[in-house]
């Protein structure tokens, strides 16, 4: 079965979130795991978020919670590059 | 360079006012994000994947050392201490956050500088050749044009909403060092038999999906008419343009779908029905525009054939900086540096705050406060003092930006990729910085002379890869990263062409391999004093394309 987690940018700053059990988090780790069926409906709940969160989309990822894409992944970790890698939560 | 007047100050001041009202009502929810995009867009503001983007105009890439200092302020105290030079002549910030943007263009207003038309279906700032005004080989110089052109299409009412985005790039000197033939609109400052000043005009130039060599539009426009016959170019297009389909929106398919001659038809129909030659900028306009890039006052110097020849053999280091990155001057005594963002492993085009303020020292110091920004995504000094080139070079090495590798093959024009791209299928910075690496050693690059090579993150080609003698195309192939080698391209104007696939794509570590089996083959079949891009035209690509596949 596909798990999903559900992922936005922060309307203030552009910055990464995922949905979590208490609204949105910056860390993958409070993530919350769905089903397609259930991320379906996250992502069309944040559309009630308007001035909190902007392009909430659902992301595939493995048994650990993280995506399976190399996309995604850059996405939570931020860019591969030294020295500017850390992203600011 | 140019001074605001009263009007552009106004004109700044209201912008920065309206996009902080737009800002405001997007944070309390009376915008919604469908109504917003198209208003940040305006303003250079991008949503890319871990943040904002910002994209400031550098126009027609002039810089003084006072704006260099606003841009590592803007670095400094709302992103993460670092900018990156675009292929465009521009900058970008890549972690701004939305309620400081308003702040920031604040801050770009006070150094006369701005967003607006880095993004969207717009004129943009229209780029030049980085060595404008000073260059030994230069016909006229382009930077009044590029100024008489950006007054005429900032904020041009009729072409705020083209079918897509709009790209001019204008060339003045003998060595095209614009690209005029991949814009969509390419000038080319020439003189006539009479010895009047023109354009050769180029239209349906591109990269992107749908790469093209510009046709040519016109061979010889006086240059006082240009404003006119742009405008009816840009009609023409904004007319019959396609706007069904965003890939198929760009005027060099106008230009594929009807035809050069049916396209040169209409213009010069629309041009006529307005005017036609009587719509002419006002000589005494011209005149007060090119006093703004009237030459400085240089000092009667000599050239500094003795120094540079004794600090050349006194230090390898410098040798071979001199030898790459210093451009003839146009004025005896002087010299255009080259400032390059290649270091070994290096992010291309990145600049940290304290090294921009530390060049914008340099710049008052040795280059009258200007600078250039490069397509290249390098800086350039344009007027060093001869005499003063070791003391310069040796201020440039306490700061690592003292590479010597300009037009070499660890000169690497690179995209920001999937690292930073919404875009983007690739990374691109990872597969660059491991090319330089590679290609490190001094006397490599000095064997290997002149190679462009270009990488761009997806088919968008911000890395102009159809246009290095050596390109790198980052693909999705399956949902992992690849890479296509293409080969052969050439941005200059007379040998103007789109490089040519050799296969298909690669995982990273493949690709750099594959660049080293090419400059391999070169090396091999290279007749005299060739360069790679002329052995590449003598034998073509198969040979390339075999060794590629043997070393796989």
């Given amino acids: 079965m596909t798990k999903q987690i559900v992922t936005a940018s922060r309307l203030a700053d552009g910055r990464v979130l995922f949905r979590a059990p208490e609204g949105w988090s910056t860390d993958i780790r409070d993530a919350l ?57 | 360079m140019y001074q605001y007047d009263t ?31 198209p208003l940040r867009l305006m303003n250079g503001l991008y949503l890319e994947m871990h943040a904002y983007m910002l994209r400031v105009a550098i126009p027609y890439g002039v810089l003084s050392s006072r704006q260099l200092r606003g841009l590592a302020a803007v670095a400094r105290t709302w992103d993460k201490g670092y900018g990156h030079f675009t292929t465009r002549q521009n900058i970008q910030f890549n972690w701004p956050r939305l309620t400081d943007v308003p702040q920031i263009l604040q801050a770009l207003a006070d150094v006369e500088m701005h967003a607006i038309q880095t993004s969207g279906a717009c004129i943009r700032n229209v780029t030049i050749d980085p060595f404008a005004g000073v260059a030994g080989d230069e016909i006229a110089d382009p930077r009044p044009w590029a100024e008489i052109i950006r ?88 007319l019959h343009g396609r706007r069904d389909n965003k890939y198929k929106a760009r005027i060099k398919i106008l230009v594929d779908e009807i035809g050069i001659e049916a396209y040169r038809d209409q213009v010069e129909a629309e041009w006529h029905a307005a005017g036609g030659p009587t719509l002419e900028v006002p000589e005494a306009e011209i005149a007060r525009v090119a006093d703004f890039f009237a030459a400085p006052d240089y000092a009667n110097l000599p050239d500094a054939t003795v120094e540079l020849a004794r600090w050349r053999a006194a230090d390898s280091g410098f040798d071979a900086w001199a030898t790459h990155n210093i451009l003839t001057h146009r004025a005896p005594g002087y010299a ?29 110091r040795y280059s009258l406060g200007e600078l250039r920004a490069t397509k290249e995504q390098n800086l350039v000094l344009p007027n060093v003092r001869q005499d003063q080139l070791h003391a310069l070079w040796s201020a440039l090495r306490s700061l690592d930006l003292e590479t010597a590798n300009k037009g070499r093959i660890t000169d690497i024009i690179s995209c920001p990729g999937q690292d930073y791209c919404s875009l983007a299928n690739a990374r691109s910075i990872p597969v660059a910085q491991e090319i330089s690496r590679r290609f490190a050693d001094r006397r490599r690059l000095d064997t290997l002379g002149p190679i462009t090579l270009n990488v761009s993150g997806c088919i968008n080609a911000c890395g102009h890869h159809h246009v290095g003698n050596i390109g790198l195309l980052g693909v999705d192939k399956r949902g992992a990263e ?62 390339f394309k075999e060794a590629i596949d043997a070393a796989r």
């Fill in chain 2, 151 to 238: 007054q005429w299409s900032t904020l041009h009412p009729e072409f705020a909403f083209l079918p897509r985005k709009f790209k001019i790039a204008i060339s003045g000197a003998i060595e095209d060092r614009a690209a005029v033939r991949f814009h969509d609109i390419g000038l080319r400052v020439i003189r006539n038999d009479a010895g009047d000043l023109g354009f050769r005009v180029w239209v349906g130039g591109g990269l992107g999906r749908t790469p093209r060599v510009a046709r040519e539009l016109r061979e010889f426009l006086p240059a006082a008419q240009i404003l006119g016959y742009l405008e009816a170019a840009l009609r023409v297009y904004n």
């Fill in chain 2, 7 to 37: 009007f552009d100050h106004q004109l700044l001041a209201d912008r920065v006012a309206e996009f902080s009202d737009q800002v405001d009502r997007r944070l309390s929810g009376a915008l919604t994000e469908d109504q917003f995009r």
């Fill in chain 1, 33 to 89: 795991m769905f089903t397609p069926d259930e991320a379906a409906a996250a992502v069309a709940r944040a559309q009630g978020e308007p001035t909190r969160v902007v392009g909430a989309y659902a992301v595939d990822v493995d048994d650990a919670g993280l995506p399976l894409l190399g996309r995604e992944r850059i996405r939570v970790f931020g860019p591969t590059v030294a020295p500017y890698s850390q992203v600011e939560a």
């Fill in chain 2, 336 to 364: 255009a540096v080259t400032i390059s963002l290649k270091p070994v492993g290096g992010i291309p085009g990145d600049i940290t705050a304290d090294q921009m303020e530390a060049v914008a020292d340099l710049a008052d």
């Fill in chain 2, 482 to 543: 690849a890479y296509q080698l293409v080969l052969g391209g050439d941005a200059g104007e007379a040998d103007a062409s789109v490089a040519q696939i050799t296969g298909r794509a690669m995982t990273a570590e493949e690709a750099v391999d594959a660049v080293e089996v090419a400059a391999a083959v070169y090396l091999d079949r290279r007749q005299d004093a060739e360069t790679f891009i002329q052995t590449f035209r003598r034998i073509g690509v198969t040979p």
